[in-house]
């Protein structure tokens, strides 16, 4: 069995039929990124696994574990959104400290791990600025903090990256790569940006209209599309 299953997943929003039966793999480590146009799905299938909407048919299992019914809390996954949703009136230390509180972690401990991710994600001199005080690269840079302290299972990254501009993008994914690989997470990147899915993944799952139409390596995906489809969304016109 891979680290995370899903099985034959469906979502409706009334008569919106929005996951039509999705089966996907994810081996411990990877780095996956669903790649597709703006409506497709993603965000839903994210949201579906960390718990924030139920399915309407299927099954999930992560690490063995068949999670369909678990709460978010019970499912131990991290998010990060495209909207830096750090608290404004809260420093970059309280910002990144605040879910360790609510466990009732130790002082100590709370204090040195929020050191220590800080460090990861290259912020240890802003630990006493407010999110304003900061750049959008930087907020993220808080908010995947933020996520990687409470030591989750699975990072999920949905279009983190979507509201900063083209050049800190570049330096940001290679930095959310290397930050990843270190610390050997299994991560699921959400995009409709092609150029980033390729930069940055392993396995690439090519999303069309609530069904996944190819799935493969980088390059598996730029040199063989499968469909016209996604030739056509890679960028590749045969
Ligand atoms: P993506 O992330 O690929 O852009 P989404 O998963 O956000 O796509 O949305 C997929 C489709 O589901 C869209 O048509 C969207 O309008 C619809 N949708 C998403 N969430 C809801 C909801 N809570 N209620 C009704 N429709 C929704
Ligand atoms: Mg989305």
């Known amino acids: 069995m891979s680290y995370i299953e899903f099985k034959n997943i469906?979502?409706?929003f009334g008569d919106a039929h929005v996951l039509r039966g999705i089966d996907l793999h994810i081996e411990q480590g990877e780095f996956v990124t669903l790649l597709?146009?703006?409506g497709c799905g993603k965000s839903t299938l994210l949201r579906c696994f960390s718990g924030l909407e139920t399915v309407s048919e299927g099954e999930i299992y992560l690490d063995g574990v068949n999670i369909t019914n678990f709460t978010p809390k019970q499912r131990k996954i991290g998010m990060v959104f495209q909207q830096y949703s750090l608290f404004p009136n809260m420093t970059v230390r309280q910002n990144v400290a605040f879910g360790l509180q609510i466990q009732k972690k130790e002082k100590s401990y709370i204090e040195e791990k929020v050191k220590?991710?800080?460090d990861i994600v290259g912020l240890s001199e802003k630990i006493n600025q407010?999110?304003?005080q900061l750049s959008g690269g930087q907020?993220?840079?808080v908010a995947l903090?933020?996520?990687?302290v409470m030591e989750p299972k699975v990072l999920l990254l949905d279009e983190p990256l979507s509201a900063i501009d083209a050049l800190l993008r570049r330096n940001l994914q290679i930095e959310i790569r290397k930050i990843q690989q270190k610390l050997k997470i299994t991560a699921i990147f959400v995009t409709h940006d092609q150029e980033e899915a390729m930069v940055m993944s392993d396995t690439i799952h090519l999303f069309n209209v609530g069904q996944i139409e190819q799935s493969g390596s980088p390059e598996e995906i730029y040199a063989c599309p499968k469909t016209k489809f996604a030739a056509n969304f890679?960028?590749?016109y045969n």
Not at 145 to 148: M, S
Request: hydrophobic share 25%; proline share 9%; no cysteine.
């Open 10 to 12: 469906h979502k409706r």
């Open 130 to 132: 407010y999110p304003r």
């Open 234 to 236: 890679i960028g590749h």
């Open 116 to 118: 220590e991710v800080l």
């Open 139 to 141: 907020q993220q840079r």
């Open 36 to 38: 597709g146009p703006s």
């Open 145 to 148: 903090a933020r996520a990687i």
